[in-house]
T-cell receptor, first 115, second 111 residues
Framework: ETGVTQTPRHLVMGMTNKKSLKCEQHLGHNAMYWYKQSAKKPLELMFVYNFKEQTENNSVPSRFSPECPNSSHLFLHLHTLQPEDSALYLC??????????????FGQGTRLTVV | TQLLEQSPQFLSIQEGENLTVYCNSSSVFSSLQWYRQEPGEGPVLLVTVVTGGEVKKLKRLTFQFGDARKDSSLHITAAQTGDTGLYLCAGKSNYGQNFVFGPGTRLSVLP
């Protein structure tokens, strides 16, 4: 139990479907992240939220839409995805403090397959 | 752009052997983390190092942060099959809010 919970663990969706990934952190952290991990590729940062405000969007296609209603919850809304979007989607949280170091705590990920 | 390189990319050894994997950058990091990731799971934090020259031990794992805080190493003594996984290093600079991840070293420990 890492304190970061992702649901669902596995998701298969068609290219015309709309689905959402959910992440919840129980650590009291002020920052949350979405990463994409494809086979044989490094972790790719997608979105960053600090104090519920989106601070980074790494040129992610608009078919991925993040939502952070509060500091404990993060969603990734998916629509009209492509097969190449199939990957492990990881959520992480951290406590960001000026002058301090931070550690990222990850959820178990959602294995997404687009058919 | 800060980049982290890890070597080797793949490593396959027999149980009981020792090994060292490396994480290198041309940038200075305020802290550096090591994670282990098993297939289908998220990365799990192993250790954080923050002081140049720092050495931390976690049972059979020894982590070292370079004096200039640009590189780190992970040494495993008497590897076990349970050590198999993807080892990732991640760094955070003094200026950026985000973590930079290396591509990882995929370790296989054979019985």
């Amino acid at each position: 139990e890492t304190g970061v919970t992702q649901t669902p663990r596995h998701l298969v969706m068609g290219m015309t479907n709309k689905k959402s990934l959910k992440c919840e952190q129980h650590l009291g952290h002020n920052a949350m992240y979405w990463y994409k991990q494809s086979a044989k590729k490094p972790l790719e940062l997608m979105f960053v939220y600090n104090f519920k405000e989106q601070t980074e969007n790494n040129s992610v296609p608009s078919r991925f839409s993040p939502e952070c209603p509060n500091s404990s919850h993060l969603f990734l809304h998916l629509h009209t995805l492509q097969p190449e979007d199939s990957a492990l989607y990881l959520c992480a949280s951290s406590q960001v403090e000026a002058g301090g170091f931070a550690e990222a705590f990850f959820g178990q990920g959602t294995r997404l397959t687009v058919v | 752009t800060q980049l982290l390189e890890q070597s080797p990319q793949f490593l396959s050894i027999q149980e009981g052997e020792n090994l060292t994997v490396y994480c290198n950058s041309s940038s200075v990091f305020s802290s550096l983390q090591w994670y282990r990731q098993e297939p289908g799971e998220g990365p799990v934090l192993l250790v954080t190092v923050v002081t140049g020259g720092e050495v931390k031990k976690l049972k059979r794992l020894t982590f070292q942060f370079g004096d200039a805080r640009k590189d780190s190493s992970l040494h495993i003594t008497a590897a076990q099959t349970g050590d198999t996984g993807l080892y990732l290093c991640a760094g955070k600079s003094n200026y950026g809010q985000n973590f930079v991840f290396g591509p990882g070293t995929r370790l296989s420990v054979l019985p």
